[in-house]
């Protein structure tokens, strides 16, 4: 199992970093495509199965970790299972792309720990822990309970920064589009790593 780049993007929830993702993946000249996880949590909004993700029960999920389908998996929430399927990236990977992920932080230095050299980690980072409360509240998708537990994770996650290969701070949302597209630019086109 091997081919193109993989961009992994990770930070807190309420960060920007889907923000970010979806900012790359419409820049041509990284030739970029969406890793779609595979997950056990209910579906949010206008969130459409294959798309966002890859909707299933966690009777499902939990016969795809059975089978080894998983590249990695994680419980992020209880009962809430998040994972990239195998089947994902090659599919991707088949079509010539580089590959990027919206995932967590477990989850993506676990890629980069599976596949070092065609790797990039990249950490992005709320402005604090206030305003990531204020961002979540704002979005106003879930209850109060499901947003601390979120923010109870980001604390925890704020302080794997330092194992990614780059971090991206999100003060400003411009600069750090740019920034983003800057360091998976390089990457791609071969000249950021060692
Ligand atoms: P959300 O429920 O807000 O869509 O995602 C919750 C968390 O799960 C986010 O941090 C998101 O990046 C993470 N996540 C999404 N897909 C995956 C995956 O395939 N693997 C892992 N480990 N985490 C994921």
Redesign the pocket.
């Known amino acids: 199992m091997e081919g193109g780049k993989l961009l992994i993007f990770?930070?807190?929830?309420g960060s920007g970093?889907t923000t970010i993702v979806q900012h790359l993946l419409k820049q041509p000249d990284l030739n970029l495509a969406f890793?779609v996880?595979?997950?056990s949590?209910p579906r949010?909004g206008k969130e459409k199965n294959g798309e966002?993700?890859y909707f299933m029960s966690v009777s499902e999920f939990k016969k795809h970790i059975k089978n080894d389908d998983f590249l990695?998996?994680?419980e992020?929430?209880r009962d809430?299972f998040?994972?990239?399927l195998k089947s994902e990236v090659e599919r991707l990977w088949e079509e010539g792309k580089n590959v990027i992920?919206?995932?967590?932080?477990?989850?993506?230095l676990?890629i980069k720990k599976k596949f070092p050299d065609l790797t990039l980690a990249v950490f992005v980072k709320p402005p604090s822990v206030d305003e990531l409360k204020i961002r979540l509240k704002k979005r106003s998708t879930e209850s109060e309970d499901k947003i601390n537990m979120r923010i109870a994770k980001a604390s925890v996650e704020l302080a794997t920064a330092p194992q990614f290969d780059r971090t991206i701070r999100n003060y400003d949302l411009d600069t750090a589009l740019e920034e983003a597209h800057t360091l998976v630019a390089e990457f791609v086109n071969d000249s950021l790593k060692n």
Not at 101 to 108: R, T, Y
């Open positions: 990770s930070a807190p929830s970093k890793s996880s595979a997950t949590r949010r966002h993700y990695e998996w994680e992020v929430y809430n998040y994972g990239t992920f919206d995932i967590d932080v477990a989850g993506g676990r």
